[in-house]
């Protein structure tokens, strides 16, 4: 059966975006590590590790884990002047990414 | 003596909206529209900044591949991801996989803004030639001198996007970060603002300049989100199809392929690497000799 070409190009965008508004409509979406698929505030909690999210700063984790932050700096090797206000994503290098912070802060707590 | 087959009459001369409003006008305005969106996007969260109790989202959230790097963590650790990546990745990523499960590599051809880049710039390319002698000679020059070389590393550096694919995913799923974020250009083109200096700045320069001798060369020969999208898309019921009787095998769709595939020597068009523009059959001169047709999926076409 053929198709003609314009009819082609609407079905394309259709499908596309369908199926994203039709997950949206289920309640299968997010942007932002921030909230959850309800809108909800995400929090870190010592609880659970992969609450841990790439904008939370170095001091919201020091306070939740009870980790002094210099010892955090010092574990993955980060300059010992870093501001405690720096969200985690901005620390990210060679050393230190959220996978390893978390792993590290998991592994202290149950050694 | 058998009677030889008479090619198809040509096509109509479109006038009116009609010439104006075709399928190829309609593709580019879909493509911008994207663009513009992905564009708004990084606007607005540049401007609100990381701290702004306005929640804004990064224009990483709505990157298909992420949805591909994080899905393994998501579905072994129940429902976390690899840093940088969101459930909007996840949902972004299974629109592009049933897109290409039911229209083929669409995606690609209609709505990635990188893939759009490209051909903004080889357009830019073009018109270039035509309206300055000294660069179309110099165009021309560099074709020439390098086109044997170029045809055979051509077919080979098409297979590097099934490395990266295989690497990114499978080191996304190792590590739990993706490894590949620091190599790719379209992260190093929605981040410009962190002024960060990453390998990922270096291929995409060497996209975009690239993008002025060949068409698409990042889709052609490194993309892993083409790579998936193409092979799931041979499973679409969706194909070309070129009328051997009705064709001249002008080579018109051949020259405007942006993949470089060649179409006029083909019966039925299933490349993994066919991006559905459709440029081919726009430009094809011939009544039925290029249409798009659906059947049966690995079924005689």
Redesign the interface.
């Known amino acids: 059966m053929k198709i003609n070409p314009m009819v082609y190009g609407v079905v394309v965008v259709v499908v596309f975006l369908g199926v994203i508004f039709g997950f949206q409509v289920a309640g299968v979406w997010s942007t932002s590590g921030k909230v959850d698929t309800s809108g909800k505030s995400i929090q870190p909690s010592a609880a659970d590790v992969n609450t841990i999210k790439g904008w939370m700063t170095l001091e919201q984790v020091s306070t939740v884990f009870g980790v002094p932050a210099p010892e955090i700096l010092s574990e993955f090797n980060l300059p010992a002047d870093t501001p405690p206000s720096t969200a985690l994503k901005d620390l990210e290098s060679d050393t230190f990414d959220i996978t390893k912070l978390r792993t590290w802060l998991q592994n202290r707590s149950n050694p | 003596m058998t009677a030889r087959a008479v090619p198809s009459r040509v096509k109509p001369r479109l006038i009116g909206f009609k010439a104006i409003f075709?399928?190829q006008s309609?593709?580019t305005l879909?493509q911008l529209a994207f663009a513009l969106f992905i564009v708004y996007i990084t606007a607005v969260h540049i401007s609100a900044g990381?701290?702004s109790t306005n929640?804004?989202?990064?224009p990483e959230?709505?990157c298909p591949f992420g949805g591909l790097e994080t899905f393994y963590r998501y579905i072994v650790?129940g429902g976390?991801?690899?840093?940088?990546t969101?459930?909007?990745n996840l949902?972004?990523a299974?629109?592009?996989l049933?897109?290409a499960l039911?229209?083929r590599s669409?995606?690609c051809g209609?709505?990635c803004p990188l893939g759009y880049i490209q051909d903004l710039i080889h357009n830019f390319s073009a018109w270039l030639q035509k309206h300055f002698i000294p660069y179309r000679k110099s165009i021309r020059t560099i074709s020439q001198r390098g086109q044997p070389t170029w045809s055979f590393l051509d077919k080979y550096l098409r297979f590097i996007k099934y490395g990266v694919l295989i690497w990114s995913v499978t080191g996304a799923a190792i590590?739990?970060?993706m490894v590949f974020k620091d190599y790719d250009p379209w992260s190093a083109l929605i981040n410009f603002a962190e002024w960060t200096f990453t390998p990922g700045l270096v291929v995409l320069g060497l996209t975009l300049v690239g993008s002025m001798f060949v068409e698409r060369p990042w889709c052609r020969y490194a993309c892993p989100l083409g790579a998936a999208s193409g092979l799931l898309g041979k499973l679409s019921p969706?194909y070309l199809k070129r009328e051997a009787d009705a064709c001249t095998s002008c080579k018109i769709c051949t020259n405007v392929c942006p993949m470089g595939l060649n179409i006029h020597t083909a019966t039925t068009i299933t490349s993994v690497d066919c991006v559905?523009c459709?440029e081919c059959?726009?430009e094809c001169p011939r009544e039925s000799a290029l249409?798009?047709?659906?059947?049966l999926p690995f079924m005689a076409k």
């Open positions: 075709t399928h309609f593709r879909v990381e701290a929640l804004t989202a990064s959230a709505f650790s976390t991801y690899v840093p940088h969101h459930l909007s949902v972004v299974a629109a592009v049933i897109t039911l229209l669409a995606f209609w709505i590590y739990g970060v969706v559905s459709l059959v726009g249409e798009v047709k659906v059947g």
